[in-house]
């Protein structure tokens, strides 16, 4: 009887393990004097080096990233949020204190995801993040059948590319890319199979 195991709490655990945040402590607000826009400085309770990298790779197309620093911004739901090594995020588009932690609950499930994704394939290589700093729609029209099909809902596979390039669309919509198994195959390797698979693919 003594040897019972709670599968509970030991899920529970097993779960806590996967995140890297758990919380955040607002350190102010800041006025911006160049556009009407009211932002908010952030400390995560943990560092960020370390899965920054994976979360410029997870946002392809609407992440600016400098390597040396290791300082990525991010635009997300209109809005621009810098992660910092040290834990400090700061955001913009946040009028009021609900509004921030909102944003900020947001921020903190993004880093988890990235975690999770770094736990799982490890960290990115300096070749992957050199490929991803140079990526552009027309890399993303070259793995495309180029038929121009129409089938993604956009007129042209241009069109499509740079939609893919942007985050406003996944390689997984274009049907003849991914009804081929050698297609998709040659676009994994093309692009790299992180990259692609930051792309949808």
Known sequence: MGDEVDILALMEREEGRKKLVRGYKILGFEENP?????????????????????????????????????????????RLITFYPDGRVSLNRAWTEEAARRALD????????????????????????????????????????????????????????????????????CTPLIKSWERTSKARERLGHRIARALGL
């Open 34 to 78: 160049l556009v009407p826009c009211r932002g908010v400085v952030a400390k995560l309770d943990a560092e960020l080096g370390d899965v920054i990298p994976v979360l410029f790779l997870m946002n392809i197309g609407k992440a600016s990233y400098i390597p040396g620093e290791k300082v990525l911004t991010i635009r997300e739901g209109g």
């Open 106 to 173: 947001d921020v903190v499930k993004m880093v988890n995801e990235a975690y999770a994704e770094l736990l799982r394939y490890g960290p990115p290589d300096e070749e992957e993040l050199r490929r991803a700093l140079r990526l552009s729609w027309k890399d993303v029209l070259d793995v495309l059948p180029g038929e121009n099909c129409g089938k993604c809902g956009r007129e042209t596979c241009y069109s499509f590319a740079i939609d893919v390039l942007r985050g406003k669309a996944r390689l997984s919509e």
